[in-house]
């Protein structure tokens, strides 16, 4: 049974979304509140699986309480429930699970959850553990700043991402892009179970690695797609045998 957390505004909308999630048995909503301060106090003691957040609140934004509950250990999944769809580059940015445009129907809802039993699933079968189980997801997107632009990449198009002279670099086939991001923050961004920190300065895209050379003093280097070389230093070496199996 997943636990899930509600924040809206308007009553209706906390009991019409309460009633479509109690309608398929697959969650137990354990609080609501009607604004971010209460909300931010509530959900780091409750510790949700989900939180249904609507993103123009009376007194404060939504997209605000997002940011602030990436930062728990666990962080819950954000699934935004808004009657405004200009917000969706924003909640990409966020790293929300899904965005609901209202009125929301019981079809909508049950996508919602398929979609996160499959998540759920492939975080399982997988042998690594991670934090939260939304990090699962194959094929998103993530929202990156270049210069004065907002640029959308699927994490299919990323090679990997290097550090580079202060700045994180991120590496496709076909461009080169620096962002204002640190690797760090771009780690915590990336779809866990795809990417792995081979280097403290390099992150690889796993689906993307085509070959492993030993190197000097039990470091390694990964042959990419493109045919370029990434170092693995001896720091990561165990943990990238142990996730490709060598």
């Known amino acids: 049974m997943l636990k899930a957390y509600i ?5 209706l909308a906390r009991d ?53 509950l990436q930062t728990l250990d666990p962080a819950p999944a954000i699934i935004f429930a808004t009657a405004y769809d200009e917000y969706a580059l924003q909640a990409f940015e966020s790293n929300a ?14 996508k919602l959850l398929n979609k996160i039993n499959t998540i759920k699933k492939i975080g399982t079968e997988n042998e690594r553990t991670y934090p939260t189980f939304y990090k699962y997801e ?22 990997y991402l290097e550090y580079v002279n202060g700045k ?3 590496k496709t086939m ?28 390099f992150i690889v ?19 990419m797609k493109d045919g370029s070389k990434v170092p693995v230093s001896r720091t990561y070496v165990k943990q990238l045998k142990q996730v490709l199996n060598f």
């Open 7 to 11: 924040v809206d505004d308007e009553p």
């Open 16 to 68: 019409e979304l309460k009633y479509l999630l109690n309608r398929n048995k697959q969650v137990d909503i354990i609080g609501e509140s009607d604004n971010v301060e209460d909300a931010f106090a509530n959900i780091p003691l409750l510790k949700p699986d989900l939180v249904f957040l609507d993103i123009e609140l009376a007194e404060d934004n939504g997209l605000s309480l997002a940011n602030q």
């Open 97 to 110: 699970l899904d965005y609901l445009l209202k009125p929301i129907d019981e079809d909508r809802i049950e």
């Open 138 to 159: 194959r094929n998103g997107k993530i929202a990156v700043h270049v210069e004065e632009r907002i640029i959308l990449l699927t994490y299919d198009d990323i090679l």
């Open 168 to 170: 994180c670099m991120i």
């Open 174 to 201: 076909e461009h080169e892009y620096k962002v204002s991001e640190a690797l760090v923050v771009m780690e915590k961004k990336l779809n866990a179970l795809q990417f792995l920190r081979i280097h403290r300065s």
């Open 205 to 223: 895209n796993l689906d993307h690695v085509i070959e492993i050379e030993p190197w000097f003093n039990a470091t390694h280097n990964l042959t």
